[in-house]
C-alpha cells in the first residue's frame, strides 16, 4: 500500500488477511454503535491502542496521519458538552445561552471517546492493508464479484489523482487571474467551478475504467481466476475471535458497572 506513513508489513497484524482485519475492526465499531458509554468505548480504545506496535505502524507517522481524527473528536466532544440537554453538576461555563457543567462535559468526553474508538480499528486496517490483496480476498473468501472488487482496486489507485490534480486546477485558474479575489462571493464561485473540472475528470477516467474492465471481460457472468491466491488461515481466525471477546468483555464490564447506556433506549 503507497501511504505516506512507514509501516512494518511483517508485524504480526500488519500479515493478517485484509478481510480478517476489516472484519476485527467492524466487530467492536458495531457494538459501540449502539451505545454511548464511557467504560465500553475506554476499553476497547485503550485495547487497539496497546496493539499499534503490532500493526508494525510508528507513533511519530500515526501521530501525524491521525491530525484530522483528533480534530473530529475534539470538535464532537465540545459540540456535546455546550448542546447536550443534560446539564446537571458543577456550573464550568456560563456565557449568555452557553452552559457547560460537569455532567455536560463528561457527556461530551464520552461521545469524543466513542467516535475515537470507532475510529481507530478502522484507520489501522487501512493503513496496513494493500488494495492489491484487498481485491483479491475480496473476491476470494467473500465471493464479492469482480468487477466490483477490482473497480474498487483501481478507483483506490486513482484516489491520489484528485489531489494532484485539485492542484494544477488552482494553479492554472491563478495563472488566468481567477484565485486571488478576495471577494467572498466571487471566491465561492472560482471554487464551485474547480469542483465540477474535478467531478467531470473523475467521470471521464471512471468512464475510460469501466470501459477498459469491459473489454477485458469483466462484465461477463463466467467465473474468473485469480492469479495470486489469498490465504485465510488459522491465525486470522484467531484475530476475529480476539476481537469478538475483547468487545464482548468491554460490554460485560460497562453492564457490571451500570454505565451501559443503548442509544434507542
Known amino acids: 500500500m503507497q501511504t505516506h506513513l512507514s509501516t512494518d508489513p511483517g508485524a504480526p497484524l500488519a500479515r493478517r488477511n485484509p478481510v480478517a482485519k476489516l ?19 475506554g476499553l476497547l480504545l485503550t485495547a487497539w491502542l496497546v496493539s499499534v506496535p503490532s500493526w508494525g505502524v510508528g507513533w511519530p507517522g500515526l501521530v501525524r496521519r491521525l491530525w484530522p481524527l483528533g480534530l473530529a473528536v475534539v470538535m464532537v466532544a465540545l459540540g456535546n458538552a455546550v448542546f447536550t440537554a443534560r446539564k446537571g453538576g458543577a456550573t464550568l461555563l456560563e456565557a449568555g445561552p ?12 464520552t461521545a469524543g471517546l466513542r467516535v475515537a474508538a470507532i475510529a481507530l480499528p478502522g484507520v489501522l486496517a487501512v493503513l496496513t492493508i494493500d488494495p492489491v490483496d484487498l481485491a483479491d480476498s475480496l473476491v476470494q473468501h467473500l465471493r464479492v464479484p469482480a468487477r466490483f472488487a477490482y473497480g474498487s482496486l483501481a478507483a483506490f ?32 464561485a472560482v471554487l464551485g467551478g474547480r469542483l465540477f473540472a474535478l467531478l467531470v475528470g473523475a467521470v471521464r ?15 461477463a457472468s463466467a467465473h474468473r481466476t485469480s492469479a495470486r491466491r489469498s490465504e485465510f488461515g488459522r491465525a486470522d481466525a484467531a484475530l476475529l475471535a480476539a476481537s469478538a471477546l475483547l468487545t464482548a468483555v468491554a460490554v460485560g464490564v460497562a453492564l457490571a458497572t451500570g454505565t451501559w447506556s443503548p442509544v434507542l433506549s
Open 23 to 41: 472484519a476485527a475492526a467492524l466487530i467492536p465499531s458495531l457494538v459501540l454503535l449502539v451505545s454511548v458509554d464511557p467504560v465500553s468505548s
Open 98 to 109: 452557553l452552559l457547560v457543567t460537569t455532567e455536560s462535559l463528561a457527556t461530551g468526553a
Open 157 to 188: 489507485r486513482l484516489a491520489p489523482l484528485l489531489a494532484a490534480e485539485w492542484e494544477v486546477l488552482g494553479r492554472a485558474r491563478r495563472a488566468r487571474g481567477l484565485g486571488g479575489d478576495r471577494n467572498p462571493l466571487r471566491a465561492l
Open 205 to 219: 477516467r471512471g468512464t475510460h475504467l469501466a470501459v477498459a474492465m469491459d473489454a477485458r471481460g469483466f462484465a
